[in-house]
């Protein structure tokens, strides 16, 4: 079995593993790079500052996976979008406390090339991701946006969709699981 | 799928593998500042990779494939560490045409591990007649690092059969790098005692009796024991394999021993 097919959760806690952390992180970063720009291509609307905060959200992932905890199913696509999130709203409101990850790693902002730079204007028009989301059933979409994007609990979902708590969480659950297949066909 | 940003990807790589690094020694010292004095200033005086792109070869960057868990591997031109390649004349001369082979390139495909093929130090050793062999770095950093690997891949012209094994600078430096190759099979024998073994067998499954013994290889008459090929220091002297002597030439040591088995190697310095 190689790194490939190993799950998001399995891939971020291999950080303690000497010898696989590195090559774990980057299947991970393979398998969402074009998910975390469309999502910030699609926020931010220029491909520069797409790339910047592609770059920003990788590096806190990368600098922040001993606190990652695999609680639940799906926890490391939402650890991730969650940083990414974090990150679109820093730049939104622009703030300069803003503590930079890739200063912090010395990671150089990424040069946009030709290729990356209509890849990503495609996003705009044509996203995976958002393929990917629109294609689910309505309440499962519903449910991935609001908890994955949005942030909220499954509790606060629960009594904003007013159904019970559990299919809450099966809504969830099934639709990052179908989003990651397609993701993956799509890779 | 290529990815969007390649060098974001190398560094975000890089800089898990300098984290991975530092988990496991707690020292911040970086190696060069180690170093003796007289060591930092051969390193200086020998540059990085300086000599090779003075040749006026172009950087050689054959496809080194994928790793052994399915990782797309990379050439990089960044040069090995120098305080142990550097103990070795093969690296300190230019790379030339011989090292950029066909069979160089697949050598470079066979060393799957680290995900950094150093492929401007490829080097091909001078071997005895009947074999071919080349040294390959390489490295989980762009940059070389203490956790750089090398590895030695040895070829069988005769019969094609080949070997690689990878390790680490510290057993290469002492002459723990090597491969042993068995002798040529004769193959006409070879036919024959299959052909018997066949004929055996059927004889013994009509009478229901158990498997027939297994024979022994048979090799040509001109090939007696095991072709031990490695790679050596310059500083070695004369060299044991075994406790039997081996032939050094250049950063190359041949020895022949009888019997397959673990190899123990002595060094005397010259």
Redo the contacts between chains.
Sequence with gaps: M???DWDDERLLAARES??Q???A???F??RY??AI?AFHMRRCGSAHDA?DL??ET??RA?DGRRRFAADGKDAGIRWLFGIARLVGLEHVRRSGQRQSALTK????R???SP??SD??AEFLEDSTVAQVVEGLPPRQREAVLRHVIDERSYRELAEELGVPEPVVRKRVSRGLAAARRSLKES? | ?????P???E???D???A??QQ??QPSTSPRWRRLPFAAAITLLLLGTGGVATATGLKFWAPDPGV?E???KRQAVADPPPWESAGQFEIFRRAQAAQDQSPQAAAAVRQAGGP?YSRTASVRRLSTPDGFEAFVIPAG?TRKASPSDSVCLWVRRTTSDSSGILCTSWAEATAGKLHLSLGPQLDEDAERARGRERKRLLAEMRARGDASPPVGKARYLPSETGFTVVGLVPDAAGAMTVNGHPAVVAGNTFTATIPEAGSIVTRIKAK
């Design positions: 190689t790194f490939t000497p010898g952390a590195a090559e992180f980057t299947v970063y393979d790079e074009r720009a790339a592609t770059a990788f590096a990368l790693l010395q990671i150089e990424p040069a946009v290729a990356a890849a990503m890779a | 799928m290529t990815a969007l940003f060098e974001l990807r560094q975000l790589h800089v898990a593998v984290l991975e988990a496991e790793t868990t399915g990782i995900i989980q």
